[in-house]
T-cell receptor, first 113, second 113 residues
Framework: NAGVTQTPKFRVLKTGQSMTLLCAQD?????MYWYRQDPGMGLRLIHY???????AKGEVPDGYNVSRLKKQNFLLGLESAAPSQTSVYFC????????????FGQGTRLTVV | GDSVTQMEGPVTLSEEAFLTINCTYT??????LFWYVQYPGEGLQLLLK?????DKGSNKGFEATYRKETTSFHLEKGSVQVSDSAVYFC????????????FGAGTTVTVRA
């Protein structure tokens, strides 16, 4: 049981490049979330999904897009990377209303130069 | 909206000392409260949780009680070990907000032998 797996773990992008971060969970969880972690700011929600085929904006959605075509996968895209998007990105999932414990991936450290 | 405020760090302690990290919250509904821990280079993992007022969450010697009257969820441990060195996050989620986690800024705890 792998839990929540994020790929890649590290990436360096040049300003203006695009990329996609993949989050995969094998626990059949309904809800999935993308957060970014910046020093002194805790984790802030970028986008989330309450089920296959659904997405919604979080606190800091600008510059990002997401898709949840399959229940187990939640993709985060950066269309045109900016230095302000340098951060550590975490994906999380929860089973659903009866159990709201969040399971987190190991994180993706992204640097935009 | 929902928000969490937690004691700023960093906190440095000697082994076997008493640890307390204050956490207060603001929420419109009836949130569940959590403490997550992040060890260096890893993702977040659930330390303990409480789902209703007066519930006490406990795990690995850590405890926190859901106090609705003071809107608090302070984390305590009676005797810390070097292995407790980590970043601790207080968080809440609410079904009214699709179980999105709202995090405090995190408190870095270092325990010295």
């Amino acid at each position: 049981n792998a839990g929540v797996t994020q790929t890649p773990k590290f990436r360096v992008l040049k300003t203006g490049q695009s990329m996609t971060l993949l989050c995969a969970q094998d626990m059949n969880h309904e809800y999935m979330y993308w957060y970014r972690q910046d020093p002194g700011m805790g984790l802030r929600l970028i986008h989330y999904s309450v089920g296959e085929g659904t997405t919604a904006k979080g606190e800091v959605p600008d510059g990002y897009n997401v898709s949840r075509l399959k229940k187990q996968n939640f993709l985060l895209g950066l269309e045109s990377a900016a230095p302000s998007q340098t951060s550590v990105y975490f994906c999380a999932s929860i089973p659903g209303p009866m159990n709201t414990e969040a399971f987190f991936g190991q994180g993706t450290r992204l640097t935009v130069v | 909206g929902d928000s969490v405020t937690q004691m700023e760090g960093p906190v440095t302690l000697s082994e076997e000392a008493f640890l307390t990290i204050n956490c207060t919250y603001t929420a419109t509904g009836y949130p569940s409260l959590f403490w997550y821990v992040q060890y260096p280079g890893e993702g977040l993992q659930l330390l303990l949780k409480a789902t209703k007022a007066d519930d006490k969450g406990s795990n690995k010697g850590f405890e926190a009680t859901y106090r609705k009257e003071t809107t608090s969820f302070h984390l305590e441990k009676g005797s810390v070990q070097v292995s407790d060195s980590a970043v601790y996050f207080c968080a809440l989620s609410d079904r009214l907000n699709d179980y999105k986690l709202s995090f405090g800024a995190g408190t870095t705890v270092t325990v010295r032998a």
